[in-house]
């Protein structure tokens, strides 16, 4: 499905990914973990044709994307939720959910893509009127979600899920996920907090200063003496 072949990556004369590889052949939930500076956020961002790669491969589908626009990127499937949320705060949420499907693959009748956001995020139907601004933070990082999936992706990055919300809000965001799994797309995760990234995914890359320095099925990682030390806290 997805395919990352001796990726580099940065931003001008600084570079951040280095020989990067991996691939995804199935859907699934993926959590990348690491210090900050480790380069999560720039690899997501170079899947999604923000940045440009300056070597290496990224196949979706057989297809090579790396020198693709984020619009047409969008366009095949992958759709980025950046860190950030990065709302229009002066539309409301249906409005702001809509600017999520420009793009869209399908023919599928917007109204009825809306109720089943709105099924998924129930506390954003019930204010769906309102400006995105007014919102909380957890309800803005829902709403954020929900825009990415008006796109109909195959494959949601979202770049640190949980930052900054109350764990009640994180519990209903990781529902989510699993929900939006079970529908039969790929969730790939940057995801700060080690634990509820090793809790909620089938698999997990640790990165560090650019490179991928361990992997594996989560639930084997979450029993490592060594993830335990260095990211669990756990001795």
């Not at 997501?44 to 990224?58: A, D, H, Q, Y």
């Not at 619009?71 to 702001?96: A, M």
Request: aromatic share 6%; proline share 3%; with cysteine.
């Amino acid at each position: 499905m997805l395919s990352v072949k001796n990726l580099n990556a940065g931003y001008g004369d600084v570079q951040v990914l280095w020989d990067l590889s991996f691939s995804i052949d199935e859907p699934k939930i993926l959590a990348i973990v690491g210090s900050n500076g480790a380069g999560k956020t720039t690899l997501l961002r170079t899947i999604s044709g923000v940045v440009k790669p300056k070597s290496g491969e990224i196949q979706f589908k057989g297809e090579r994307i790396d020198g693709c626009s984020s619009h047409h990127i969008v366009q095949k499937g992958i759709i980025h939720v950046p860190e950030g949320r990065r709302l229009f705060p002066e539309l409301t949420v249906d409005e702001n959910l809509l600017m999520g499907a420009y793009a869209r693959r399908k023919g599928k009748n917007l109204q009825k893509s809306l109720d089943e956001i709105y099924e998924l995020f129930p506390r954003l139907g019930e204010r769906k009127k309102q400006k995105a601004g007014s919102l909380s933070g957890g309800e803005q990082q829902m709403a954020a979600i929900a825009r990415g999936l008006m796109g109909d992706p195959e494959i949601l990055l979202i770049d640190e899920m949980s930052l900054g919300l109350a764990p009640l809000i994180v519990d209903s965001l990781v529902d989510v996920v699993s929900m939006i799994y079970e529908r039969g797309s790929t969730v790939m995760l940057i995801e700060q907090d080690v634990q509820l990234a090793l809790e909620n995914s089938h698999y997990t890359y640790i990165m560090d200063t650019g490179r991928i320095v361990k992997e594996g099925e989560s639930k084997k990682l979450l029993d490592d003496p060594e993830i335990k030390d260095i990211y669990l806290g756990v001795q």
